[in-house]
Nanobody
């Protein structure tokens, strides 16, 4: 069992940056691929970024490529999402998630989810 807790959200102006953190409990965290997803108000949850168990592979949605960076520190049981050049339309609740087996962008393949952290980008 893995428990995930996101932090680092808040209010930022357009063009600004935020760094989200996701702290995980459980000894098996370091073996799990991890992902970041977001859910804008009134819309479906969508994939943003993912990282392999050892950090050797990353993948991004086209909408965030070049502006967001996912990373992890397995010694600290933490995964990060550095978000730069934020846009108002990226206002959303941001979630981290862990997959027990698959390095994937599909929401249904993730087994554990955090409670989310709100990111609001003002224009």
């Amino acid at each position: 069992q893995v428990q995930l807790v996101e932090s680092g959200g808040g209010l930022v102006q357009a063009g600004g940056s935020l760094r989200l953190s996701c702290a995980a409990s459980g000894r098996t965290f370091s073996s799990y691929p991890m992902g970041w997803f977001r859910q804008p108000p009134g819309k479906d949850r969508e994939f943003s970024a993912r990282i392999s168990w050892n950090g050797g592979s990353t993948y991004y949605a086209d909408s965030v490529k070049g502006r967001f960076t996912i990373s992890r520190d397995n010694a600290k049981n933490t995964v990060y999402l550095q978000m730069n050049s934020l846009k108002p339309e990226e206002t959303a609740v941001y979630y981290c998630a862990a997959s027990r087996t698959l390095f994937t962008s599909r929401i249904r393949d993730y087994d554990y989810w955090g409670q989310g952290t709100q990111v609001t980008v003002s224009s």
